[in-house]
């Protein structure tokens, strides 16, 4: 009998292998920390930082954690000895005292050990997880996992058997419970959940400790095996895959800027003890976990508060677990200098601190500086684009969120949002996370209401999330929840789409359209243009293509947030709530917070109203109800948002296009309202501060053609215009005269400087100009003409290089005048004239050596020609 339990215990052991999964080492430790680890503290705690690290962590330890009253361990009469595990304290100095013990520098640290873990199993015993609920419950778990699992990982080799066996049995009834009520139910399917991921994680962390653990049963052994076989197809065919789409080669993730810093230690947690337990190399497997390092460079603004994307602010005061081995994983110069900035002695306020830096931390590694990553950052999985001026703490930030699909259920339906930071964040994102799914939550803050989007107000449209009815905001829809990275393609979770990302050394652009993210017999078209022109001008341009306007209500509102009250100019036209709800027909506004300022400028429509919205019991306001949240929110960390403005047309049509410019400012430069407006058939334009911005009217790309007219002149203007066809060659013309040329770039802007004398001017930007064949590159000039290029045939341009003289023959019969025009490198024009005749000599002695172009246009044809002057 007893040979047939022994066989089938061996084939319920190994049965979960049949599939291909990683085997765990037989040895402990297996989680958390390596022997190699602690090897290597042992040897190196006698000097250096190590050592300094070390002293401090101990000295904390003996003054204030063991004397503790609840957790008071002085001595060696353990009868005098107390460990109350209801203490928030107790979980951690339990990992402390393991780690002593794995040390061997504390002589009492092994009867430490046996003394809390005596205390934890009784503690274990009596608990009855029924009695908890919501997050109190799930916490709990968590924590017993967490710190159980490290318990008994690393005492298993010195505890008496006895000891480890009750361990053992209590901490299995605990993931068994976890893993029955949490993981191995229809919500724990979920794969872009951060509660899911986490509880994923720990119970992993507790399966691998308790992987064939001495006092369980043949049973409960093969119990954990499938736990553990569960979990890893979980994580190898559910959650991986989620990371590595929405964090892709960027380093994005899929909501939670907050969030994804409380959840990114717990997943680095996770592929240490699968590295440490089954040598599964998870850090060189997933391409994507190296530039997880990004988040802490993007999702932080300049005073290292996190922006509001998702739920939650929090401020980047300390060196975690992920800037630690992210840093020893790769030698990554992000991550080193964040473990030297936030590892350094004046961030390590508390002893958990202190003993994080020496479980976690490359003490050899060397000092370094400033990385200097790129000021312009895309998550294109994710649909948030970040920008800054520089790396200073002085720094200006915006940020703009199109997510091309819904992430998880705490989605903000925010498409198309921006937020813009000088000093405190000045065009904002509002509302309090004063907790999840509240009435708050549901009717404001996770609303396209409480967002720098655009509304369209129907009376008749109802909302629901969450299977409730909730406020009418007129902004984007909810759907169902994502269950995994396989749904996001489908059609209901579609949100928007980016049409464009280009960013250059002084600016970035962003395209995108979030007309998925409405209802569908609302608008088929919100495609939303922003321009960030460093260091202080943005410039958002909307293009809407409503629908159902005879039939329906369609009040489309733009919309931004601030902290405090802006200055609105233009009289009142209404006073719905006195001092709170006030409508004018002004187009300036003027806001400010902190040492920070913005001034807006509405362009189109050009007859619009713009309502203001805000104070005391009406910063929450949604068609007739204010929703503030449950608690009062930190105005000074989160910045709610307490007054917004809301601009609407006065005549609603199926095309409407909204056109603002935002100047940013501070106190020692105070930002004004401005720009000026040209619009025709084919061009947007604006006129601000000797800067040309040109825009389609119609929102198109590859355009080929722009105007503006009439445009003062007496200064030199740059032109800046957007949605080109890109590496392509462009003239500007000055009332029908060919003043510069230049080419577009790769992102299909072209920014050219025209000096402009005292009058009034027609301007036109045209690709008129044949495209450069050689484009970025000064090869020596071919005269030799494309096959099938007839015009490139007739005109000959020798010799070429040349010293002075270049001849110009033009080979056809009907040629007995043509317009020669030459210009300098940098597209400046440098002489012009009618020749008559077929042939010229082009006399260039005087110039500098060089490239120049020539343009000749002859009968109804035109060909631009490169020239080398030589000495």
Avoid at 813 to 819: G, M, Q
Avoid at 826 to 833: C, L, S
């Amino acid at each position: 009998m007893r040979s047939v339990l022994v066989f089938l215990f061996f084939f319920l052991l190994f049965g979960c292998y049949s599939q291909d999964v990683p085997l765990v080492n037989e040895q402990h430790p297996r989680i958390e920390l390596s022997q190699e680890r602690f090897d290597w503290l042992k040897a190196n705690i006698s000097s250096g930082e190590c050592q300094e690290t070390y002293q401090r962590f101990k000295s904390a330890y003996d003054r204030n954690w063991v004397t503790s009253s609840k957790t008071y361990m002085v001595g060696s009469d353990s009868t005098q000895w107390n460990y109350e595990f209801g203490s928030s304290d107790a979980f951690q100095m339990s990992r402390m005292t393991a780690f002593l013990l794995k040390m061997g520098t504390d002589g009492l640290a092994l009867k430490r050990c046996e003394f809390i873990i005596s205390r934890y199993v009784e503690y274990l015993n009596s608990l009855n997880f029924d009695n908890y609920s919501g997050d109190t419950k799930e916490n709990l778990l968590r924590n017993n996992c967490n710190y159980g699992g490290i318990l008994l990982d690393w005492t298993y080799n010195d505890v008496p058997q006895r000891k480890r066996q009750q361990l053992s049995r209590a901490l299995f009834r605990v993931l068994e419970y976890f893993m029955d009520n949490y993981v191995l139910t229809p919500s724990g399917n979920s794969y872009v959940t951060s509660h899911n991921i986490y509880n994923c994680g720990i119970t992993m962390h507790a399966a691998l400790a308790l992987h064939g653990a001495d006092g369980l049963s043949s049973g409960q052994m093969s119990d954990v095996n499938s736990w553990y076989k569960t979990l890893v197809g979980k994580w190898e065919n559910g959650i991986l895959p989620a990371f590595a789409h929405f964090r892709d080669d960027d380093g994005g993730w899929n909501w939670g800027a907050a969030y994804s810093m409380f959840g990114l230690p717990r997943q680095y947690q996770f592929f240490d003890d699968m590295k440490i337990a089954t040598g599964t190399d998870y850090y060189q497997e997933q391409a994507w976990i190296r530039e997880s390092i990004n988040q802490y460079w993007y999702f932080y603004r300049p005073d290292n508060y996190t922006i509001h994307l998702g739920d939650a602010v929090i401020d980047l005061d300390q060196a975690n677990r992920v800037m630690y081995r992210h840093a020893a994983e790769f030698g990554d110069e992000r991550s080193q200098y964040l473990v030297q900035k936030y590892g350094a002695t004046q961030y390590l306020n508390n002893s958990n601190l202190v003993f994080q830096k020496l479980l976690f931390k490359d003490f050899e590694a060397a000092t370094i500086s400033h990385p200097e990553p790129p000021l312009d950052w895309w998550a294109d999985k994710t649909g948030l684009a970040v920008s800054r001026t520089s790396w200073d703490e002085d720094a200006t930030m915006l940020w703009y969120y199109c997510a091309p699909a819904k992430r998880a259920d705490h989605e903000h339906r925010d498409n198309n949002h921006f937020v813009i930071i000088r000093d405190k964040p000045q065009i904002l994102d509002a509302g309090h996370y004063d907790s999840y799914a509240t009435n708050h939550y549901n009717n404001y803050y996770s609303r396209t209401i409480a967002h720098n989007s655009i509304c369209v107000f129907d009376g008749s449209e109802s909302y629901r999330a969450f299977g409730r009815s909730v406020s009418n905001d007129g902004g984007q829809i909810w759907t169902d929840r994502l269950e995994n990275v396989g749904e996001v393609t489908n059609s209901n979770h579609r949100r928007g789409e980016w049409l464009k990302f280009a960013a250059g050394d002084e600016y970035a652009y962003y395209i995108s359209d979030a007309a998925d993210s409405y209802a569908s017999d609302k608008l088929d078209r919100f495609e939303r243009r922003l321009l960030y022109h460093k260091p202080d001008r943005v410039i958002v341009l909307d293009h809407l293509h409503l629908r159902n306007v005879s039939s329906k209500e369609r009040k489309a509102k733009y919309i931004n947030h601030f902290a405090n009250r802006p200055d609105i100019n233009g009289q009142v036209v209404n006073t719905a709530v006195a001092n709170k709800i006030i409508t004018y027909n002004g187009k300036d506004y003027k806001a400010s917070h902190g040492n920070g300022n913005v001034a807006i400028r509405t362009l189109l429509p050009e007859s619009t109203t713009t309502t203001l919205i805000g104070g005391s019991a009406y910063e929450y306001w949604v068609n007739g109800t204010n929703y503030p949240p449950n608690n009062s929110p930190d105005f000074e960390l989160a910045h709610p948002g307490t007054w917004r403005i809301e601009v609407e047309p006065t005549q609603v049509s199926e095309d409407l296009v909204y056109l603002h410019t935002i100047k940013i400012g501070d106190n020692q430069n105070p930002s004004n309202a401005g720009g000026e407006l040209f619009e025709n058939g084919s061009t947007i334009g604006v006129d601000w501060e000797n800067h040309l911005y040109l825009f389609h009217s119609k929102g198109d790309t590859l355009n080929s053609t722009y105007s503006v007219n009439p445009l003062d002149g007496n200064r030199t203007i740059k032109i800046f215009a957007l949605d080109m066809q890109a590496n392509t060659s462009y003239g500007v013309f000055i009332n029908d005269d060919l003043a510069r040329t230049g080419d577009s770039n790769e992102d299909g802007i072209f920014e050219i400087t025209v000096d402009l004398a005292e009058g009034v001017y027609n301007l036109v930007v045209r690709d008129t100009i044949a495209g450069d064949p050689n484009p970025g590159t000064d090869p020596e000039p071919d005269p030799t003409p494309e096959p099938g290029d007839e015009a490139e045939g007739e005109v000959k341009v020798y010799p070429n290089p040349s010293d002075g003289i270049f001849t110009v023959l033009i080979e056809h019969d009907e040629v007995n005048e043509f317009h020669l025009s030459a210009f300098d490198s940098a597209g400046r024009k440098i002489m012009e004239y009618l020749n008559s005749g077929n042939r010229a000599d082009l006399n260039l002695n005087g110039l500098s050596s060089g490239v120049y172009y020539i343009l000749i246009r002859y009968l109804d044809k035109q060909v631009k020609r490169k020239i080398v002057l030589v000495d």
